[in-house]
């Protein structure tokens, strides 16, 4: 289903992440892959994981790093001349603004929220446009807390709206050079991200109880999903909020 296609994986941490059942699903389908890792201590973890892949660029990216991104985007112009996909599953937000409410949320804990999980996004695209000559798709990862109340959720709600709204804008502007966007929005998962946010064990019992499936998704089938939307059989497709989490998000 994807074979020639070439894509950039952002967001691997350990063999738990979101990217990467996305990333051994777009590999499984043909895809030649791109894989960042954010600093040297996640390296040990990351670069057996993307080399499972086959993956011929393995590079650090810190996304507020200019001169990071400016390496990284280089090489693969160098290497493949071109980009078809794009997956940035990445989320931040300090750990004593995510632990509180939203309204005692740090001016600095907002704004590296929003840089790093949000804006973070816009630069990832408008760095790979212009290699997507023949056009492609953009994707990043959400989740259900920005459109309702999640106890424990906190800053990362609005966060996470504000990144859903900048995929539909990023969705119009584009569309004329056949880039799609799209928010993938995933029921909970114990992934390295998750873990930081307080109880969410009974969040994933709850899920998992209430949602019509009787239970969580898994990574792959995530990836399943992703793999869907970069390819060609959803070339009509753009700008959606596209939930998978058993059905969770219908219930009342």
């Given at each position: 289903?994807?074979?020639g296609k070439k894509g950039l994986i952002i967001g691997i941490a350990n063999d738990l992440s979101i990217a990467w059942g996305c990333a051994r699903i777009f590999r499984r389908e043909g895809a030649d892959l791109a894989v960042t890792y954010l600093n040297d201590k996640a390296e040990p973890h990351v670069r057996p994981l993307a080399e499972q892949v086959d993956a011929p660029i393995i590079t650090k990216l810190d996304v507020r790093d200019e001169q990071?991104?400016?390496?990284?985007?280089?090489?693969?112009?160098?290497?493949?001349?071109?980009?078809d996909f794009l997956l940035h599953s990445i989320a931040?937000?300090?750990a004593e603004d995510l632990h509180g409410r939203v309204v005692d949320c740090s001016r600095d804990g907002f704004l590296a929220a929003m840089d790093i999980s949000c804006h973070s996004f816009a630069r990832l695209a408008k760095r790979a446009e212009p290699l997507m000559r023949?056009?492609?798709t953009l994707l990043t990862v959400t989740y259900m807390g920005s459109e309702r109340v999640v106890d424990h959720y906190g800053v990362m709600g609005p966060v996470k709206a504000a990144l859903e709204s900048t995929t539909r804008y990023m969705a119009?502007?584009?569309?004329a050079k056949n880039i799609r966007c799209h928010a993938i929005s995933p029921g909970p998962l114990l992934t390295r991200a998750a873990s930081g946010i307080?109880?969410?064990?009974?969040?994933m019992d709850e899920t998992a109880q209430r949602a019509p499936s009787r239970r969580l998704v898994t990574?792959?089938?995530?990836?399943?999903?992703?793999?869907?939307?970069?390819?060609?059989?959803?070339?009509?497709?753009t700008g959606d909020v596209v939930h998978i989490d058993g059905g969770y998000n219908i219930m009342g």
């Open positions: 289903m994807l074979a990071h991104c400016d390496m990284l985007f280089a090489e693969i112009e160098k290497q493949w001349g071109k980009l931040f937000a300090p023949d056009g492609g119009a502007e584009l569309g307080a109880e969410f064990q009974n969040l990574i792959d089938e995530i990836g399943e999903l992703a793999a869907f939307l970069v390819s060609d059989r959803a070339k009509s497709l």
